[in-house]
């Protein structure tokens, strides 16, 4: 079986304003740190060249919100646009959810006279979820859903979890927040939405699970200490809690 190349990366926030409480940023600082923030799809680019990935898997909050400038949108498509043929896989978070009217939605793209989203680029459009394959790989499938609005989410998307795919590597997107993470944003008050155990992603038997809205990196292990999945965290810190390495 030839070995299946991941390139995993998630909460960009672009677009982000850096008017955060507590942070107290001169105008000049300000502007070096949303260039940076910024600059996350075309570090993906630069990462992709390098290790070649089969596959893109990108599991929700690229952009910070819906009123983010356009031409940051533009941008993003004409990086995932450059990596083709690599095919790339979107699950929307609470951030960038998929709603109509927002950048998801073509009709809304092409009344502003925005890019659409290039050929390679999968996004998973239903808060149901869905199961596709991926270009070029017939032994590896990916499922995911997608966030349809900002608002926090109670129920529980692995409880029942989705049907398990027979493909070899089956792999799993997922927005939300795992219960045991330990993060300095962890899971309390307004950061839970779409909670899981750690105990149901092991259970629900994918191969990889790829998750995003926590934003440091964090692996999750089944009980026999292989890794089940795996937040990648956010790129760049954005507040003062976020300070620490980035993953990516
Ligand atoms: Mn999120």
Redesign the pocket.
């Known amino acids: 079986m030839a070995p299946l190349v991941l390139l995993q990366s998630s ?1 960009w926030h672009v677009g982000s304003p850096l008017t955060g409480r507590g942070l107290g940023l001169t105008e000049e600082f300000r502007s070096k740190r949303r260039e940076e923030v910024d600059a996350a799809p075309e570090r993906l680019l630069a990462v992709s060249r390098e290790v070649r990935p089969d596959v893109v898997l990108l599991p ?2 690229l952009w910070d919100a819906e009123n983010v400038p356009p031409t940051l949108f533009r941008r993003l498509v004409e990086v995932f646009d450059a990596l083709a043929p690599v095919p790339v896989f979107i699950a929307p ?3 960038d959810f998929a709603g109509p009217g927002g950048f998801f939605d073509e009709a809304f793209l092409a009344a502003l006279g925005l890019p659409s989203w290039p050929g390679n680029v999968t996004v998973f459009r239903t808060s149901a979820w869905e199961t596709r394959s991926v270009p070029g790989r017939d032994d590896a499938t990916v499922t995911g859903r997608a ?1 349809l609005s900002p608002l926090l989410d109670a129920g529980r998307p692995l409880d029942p979890p989705p049907a398990r795919p027979p493909a070899p590597f089956a792999l799993l997107m997922l ?1 939300g927040s795992l219960e045991s993470y330990r993060g300095p944003d962890a899971p309390s008050g307004a950061k839970r ?1 779409a909670p899981f155990s750690r105990e149901e992603l092991a259970g629900a038997g994918f191969s990889w699970a790829a998750l ?2 926590h934003h440091g990196f964090e692996v999750v292990e089944r009980p026999d200490g292989s890794a089940a999945g795996a937040y990648s965290g956010s790129p760049t810190g954005r507040g003062l809690d976020e300070t620490g390495p980035r993953t990516s």
């Open positions: 909460d929700g909050d978070g609470n951030h966030f927005h939405t995003g809205h």
